[in-house]
């Protein structure tokens, strides 16, 4: 199925020279003389990058094949992780270029949205906290609570992130996922 220019609308996912794109920005432009035309600022869902794109109201526009999974993450080898699919068991390799920085705050069996775009891994999506121990930090002075001061702090997987001084090596803190940055100390037990 293909869409026509009179379909396009903000978040909708659209194919073009085999790369999928979702539309981020729309507009409806009609000059006084000739076709009307859509203006639309595309956002490709592999590399990232956005750029400006005009439809007129006569093409045609690829629907992508893109498709999303409930995955679990379950281990890493090397410079791929494994993710298994609960319901069939059949496990999925995902480059750690795909994940980026996000391959820091996997946890076993941490549920994640993976797209695919024709089979192939496009984005993974983490749920937007997760909570990690701190491996390694200077230890925190008594009694100082102040907030807004951070250290640098490392988590089981060598990523390091700024915490207040008062948390110390062995507390678990809760991360945003998203922006890599520290939210609040969590008390386990």
Known sequence: MAYTASDLRKGLKIEIEGIPYEVTEFQFVKPGKGQAMYKCRIKNMIA???MEKTFRAVDKIDTPNI?????????QEADKYIFMDNKTYEQVEIHQDVLGDQRFFLLEDLECEVLFHNGRAMTVTLPSFVVKEIT?????ARGDTA???????????????????????????????RTGKYIERVKQG
């Open 147 to 177: 907030t807004n001061v951070l250290k640098p702090a490392k988590i089981d997987t060598g990523y390091e992130v700024g915490v207040p001084i008062f948390i110390n090596q062995g507390d678990f803190i809760r991360i945003d996922t």
């Open 48 to 50: 990232g990058n956005t």
């Open 136 to 140: 390694e930090t200077e230890p925190g």
């Open 67 to 75: 498709e999303s999974k409930s995955l679990h993450f379950s281990y």
